[in-house]
């Protein structure tokens, strides 16, 4: 299994790498140590950034090992330790250039598939995923805004840690320096000629920038089923670690190290998204958020089976409704996130009963609202609905989300996210679904609903039997968008998604006139 990162400066490759090899018992290829190990012995001996040929030749004969101290990673170039003097400004300014030449690369790659023939790797750098493991099984592209690039990389310099403290400063004159040094090497490494910096096409994005280092490790590992099983198997201690203790636990006593922390902190072990729940063991709603589908306790599985059951027979006989270009939905495996226009409550109903008649998991997104009454939030949790908070980055139901779509299952979203009880507007939407689906690396379904405005008159408490028609969409892929810049890309989905939303609902009140 090799787990290929790449991305630019500061974006947080190595720490989540190093998080992740911990965790899952990977082996740690930090590649850009190596160029960088090239650079520090050029320096050393005094050659020139001009001396193409004298920088080819060391590239050729070094010898670079990796070891581990309490500190972390230790790395050592012709046999001298050369961890603090690959990560000085001098380095900084010069590494792009001596990783621009291309006999360079050539050695550095010889040596990285030598090392990725040690089987379980997870290596991070430029061009991992597209040159040196072009077969890797997991690709991810990690970004962040240079903004936050350039502060991370300012406060590492000072001692200090983002990941571990969120709060902390750095100095203003020097972080706008390394903004703009991080600007020079962004443009450097992605407009070389050789291998320059960019995606693999069948890489996951991921942007870090208002993620938390546990967050991108979790949705790494949401990534792939290999790295889930491996995440269920991998002992307890190397679970959501922070950044500190993934520093400092090279120790190979671990367990305790973890039962020490978990007592300071006084905090529960964390249930992994693929363990096994227990039936009748005091499980949590988050438990339920947290768990896929299929590893529900039996009894919540009979209980969703039922529901499920009831749900379609009586609104079936009730309003007798049907779903057009069904196929689109029940026919197609593949986890997405669906979304809808939302005219009442029974919309959710109808699309959850239908996917999971068909054998679809599906979780809905619901607001976090609702869960002010502890029966409404249990019996949400229990058939796989999961909460946001609206208004604002609800960073827990986008980590869950991702999480979810990782394990395969679908996510329902309404990005409406209320009622809106009148099919000629178009209101103000929330977002969040391009942006679940873009971090999950999937495409977005939409789909409509029409005719369940009429379900109940204003002021009225008569359900009627009204008839109620769907129909569903076309996936649409973030291949196929215009735009090519992320933030840009999420705003196309959205349009697009949206537009696609309203001209199924368009289509279907042109097909019933005098119906709402
Ligand atoms: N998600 C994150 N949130 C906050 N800080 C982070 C995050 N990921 C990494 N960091 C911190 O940012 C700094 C740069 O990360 P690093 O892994 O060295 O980046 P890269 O290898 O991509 O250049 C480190 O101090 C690291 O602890
Ligand atoms: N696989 C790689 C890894 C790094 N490089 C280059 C790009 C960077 O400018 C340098 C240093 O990489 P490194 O990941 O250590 O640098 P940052 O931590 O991102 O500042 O090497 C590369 O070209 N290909």
Redesign the pocket.
């Known amino acids: 299994m090799i787990v290929a990162i790449d991305g630019?400066?500061?974006s947080g490759?190595?720490t989540v790498a190093r998080a992740l090899s911990q965790r899952l018992n990977l082996v740690f290829l930090d590649?850009?140590?190596m160029?960088?190990s090239v650079s520090v012995v050029c320096l050393e001996k005094g050659i020139s950034l001009d001396d193409t040929e004298a920088i080819i030749k060391e590239a050729r004969e070094i010898q670079i090992t990796f070891g581990n101290s309490p500190e972390g990673q230790t790395v050592f170039a012709n046999g001298h330790n050369v961890t603090q003097a690959i990560r000085t400004p001098e380095i900084?300014a010069c590494?792009?250039r001596v990783?621009a030449i291309p006999e360079v690369r050539e050695a550095m790659v010889v040596l990285q598939r030598r090392a990725g023939e040690a089987g379980d790797v997870v290596a991070e750098?430029?061009?991992?995923g597209t040159v040196?493991f072009p077969k890797a099984e997991v690709k991810v592209f990690l970004t962040a805004d240079p903004e936050a690039r350039a502060h991370r990389r300012a406060v590492q310099r000072e001692g200090k840690d983002t990941a571990t403290n969120a709060s902390a400063t750095a100095d203003a004159a020097e972080e706008k320096k390394i903004l703009e040094d991080i600007k020079a090497?962004d443009e450097a490494?992605s407009s070389r000629k050789v291998?320059p910096l960019k995606p693999a096409p069948d890489a996951h994005h991921i942007d870090s920038s208002h993620m938390t280092l546990n967050e991108v490790v979790d949705a790494v590992v949401a990534l792939h089923p290999g790295l889930q099983e491996r995440d269920r198997h991998a002992p307890r201690a190397s679970r959501h670690q922070s950044t500190h203790e993934t520093k400092t636990s090279s120790s190979d006593d671990s367990e305790s190290h973890r039962s020490a922390d978990q007592k300071r902190k006084g905090t529960r072990e964390k249930k992994s998204g693929d363990k096994k729940l227990k039936a009748f063991r005091g499980n949590s709603c988050d438990d339920y958020f947290d768990t896929g589908l299929l590893n529900f306790p039996l009894p919540a599985k009979i209980f969703l089976r039922i529901a499920i059951f009831v749900l379609m027979v009586v609104t079936k006989l009730w309003f007798r409704w049907s779903i057009a270009n069904a196929s689109l939905l029940k026919d197609d495996r593949r986890p997405r996130v669906i979304i809808m226009n939302h005219p009442s409550m029974f919309d959710p109903v109808m699309m959850v009963a239908y996917l999971m008649w068909h054998h679809i998991p599906v979780r809905t997104i619901y607001k976090s609202e609702f869960d002010k009454n502890p029966l409404v939030k249990w019996l949400f949790s229990r058939v796989g609905a999961i909460p946001v908070e609206r208004g604002k980055a609800d960073m827990k139901a986008i980590r869950r989300s991702v999480a979810a779509i990782g394990r395969g299952e679908c996510l329902l979203i309404f990005p409406e996210g209320t009622r809106i009880r009148d099919n000629h507007i178009r209101p103000e939407i929330h977002g969040g679904f391009a942006l679940i689906a873009q971090l999950a690396g999937c495409d977005v379904q939409p789909a409509a609903i029409f005719g369940a405005l009429d379900i109940k008159r204003a002021n009225s408490p008569v359900i009627r039997p009204v008839k109620i028609w769907g129909l569903a969409g076309e996936r649409i892929s973030f291949a196929d968008l215009q735009a090519t810049k992320r933030k840009d890309q999420a705003r196309e989905m959205e349009e697009l998604g949206m537009d696609r939303v309203y001209e199924l609902r368009d289509q279907l009140m042109r097909e019933h006139p005098g119906r709402n």
Not at 125 to 128: Q, V
């Open positions: 630019p400066a500061g490759k190595s590649t850009g140590a160029y960088r900084d590494v792009s990783a750098g430029r061009d991992i040196v090497r490494d291998a």
